[in-house]
């Protein structure tokens, strides 16, 4: 497994933006997919974007297309996630996350090693 820590968190208003970071260590990174998840309260875990390792191809939710980012410092062993234009529907628990394999992947349970997560409360 991998150890995955999150920051760059906070609070910020509608519109604004924030970039999250997801520090690595463990199995050598680069060499796996990773992606970044969020859960609201009330609601279940749910996919916001995914990066493979190889190619650094994307796959972002409808939800966030054309509003955030996902991208990877192999050298640092960093994984982000910019966030622009943020909504208050986009408050919640942040989780970056990896996997084994080549591809990126949708499902949180093809992910077998997670952060503790890092709040993003967007007021309106």
């Known amino acids: 497994q991998v150890q995955l820590v999150e920051s760059g968190g906070g609070l910020v208003q509608a519109g604004g933006s924030l970039r999250l970071s997801c520090a690595a260590s463990?199995?050598?990174?680069?060499?796996?997919?990773m992606g970044w998840f969020r859960q609201a309260p009330g609601r279940e875990r749910e996919f916001v974007a995914a990066?493979?390792?190889?190619?650094?191809?994307?796959v972002l939710a409808d939800s966030v297309k054309g509003r955030f980012s996902i991208s990877r410092d192999n050298a640092e062993k960093t994984l982000y996630l910019q966030m622009n234009n943020l909504k208050p529907e986009d408050t919640a628990v942040y989780y970056c996350?990896?996997?084994?394999?080549?591809?990126?992947?949708?499902?949180?349970?093809?992910?077998?090693?997670w952060g503790q997560g890092t709040q993003v409360t967007v007021s309106s």
């Open positions: 463990g199995r050598t990174f680069g060499r796996y997919p």
């Open positions: 996350a990896a996997r084994p394999g080549t591809m990126p992947a949708l499902r949180r349970d093809e992910y077998d090693s």
């Open positions: 990066i493979n390792w190889f190619s650094g191809s994307t």
